[in-house]
């Protein structure tokens, strides 16, 4: 197609000029039809500079693009993008019904009209100012997995992704999956799996991340503090590559638990005094450490216990 094969043409001169008939040539089309393809993808989000006997440059885009997203990725990967969708979680289950995927895929989108959290949140998505991202990872017959430690590796990976563009910026951990800047969480992170129920064995884990880079104006009924990252201007298709990247980096070791150091040190739980509800009722007390498969000890005067999933819900009470 000679949208895409202009896309590529941008990405690999990004910041240069490049002369109308240069491009005509190139692609073998007319001047005219550059310009129409050009008038195109600025409508969906590429920035594009046009100057008079210079010609074009290509600036970036606001909006995920597969083409951008896989510039910066170090493994190749399947990839879908969209501008606006319900939730990409939801469409990975509705895609793994319909068909058997072999190939881990990434779906991401610039708005979510109806994402969605733990325990069924709501995760606000508006347009652009943040990820909203699902890896789906199909799971074979045999395969040894655990989605809990899944989860957490995830998390540290997503850190380590971001402080890429975000160097100065302090990310710490809430166990098991939020990620907070200054006191307010910033991202979160859904692991569901979509199961054959004939062999009553997970298809594939869909591991939904979704991160506020600069989203402002939260609805009133956030029933925890809730931010951003900040203002800063990053290359939103790179943020998503990087975190990609990290996960790729962990993940074929993720069992051996040998993240969980990483895990501790952002960790902004260990030492305090929390209230966690679990499935079996409200427990407290003070946080000590998380073991290697991700588990939080908690020590309530007498003894410790590992806690493998729970919501923290108070922290220094
Ligand atoms: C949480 O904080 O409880 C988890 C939030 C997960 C949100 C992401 S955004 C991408 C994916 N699609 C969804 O509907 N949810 C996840």
Known sequence: MKKEQLLSLFIEHKNEWLSGNELADKLSISRTMIWKIIRNLKASGHQIESKKNSGYKYLGSNSFNRLLIQKHLNVPFEIETFNEIDSTNTYAKKILGQSKLKNPTIIVADKQTAGYGRRGRDFYSPKDTGIYMTLILPIK????????????????????????SYPDVDFKLKWVNDIYVNNKKVAGILTESVMNVELMHPLALIIGIGINLNTKDFPDNMDRPVGSIGDQKVDKNKVAADIINEFIQLYPNYLDGKFIEEYRQLSMLIGKKVKIQTHRGLISGKVTDFDQHGRLILFDGNKHQAIMTGEVIKVNF
């Open 141 to 164: 017959d045999n395969e040894i997995f655990d989605g809990g430690m899944l989860t957490t590796m995830t998390a540290v990976a997503v850190v380590n992704g971001l402080k890429i």
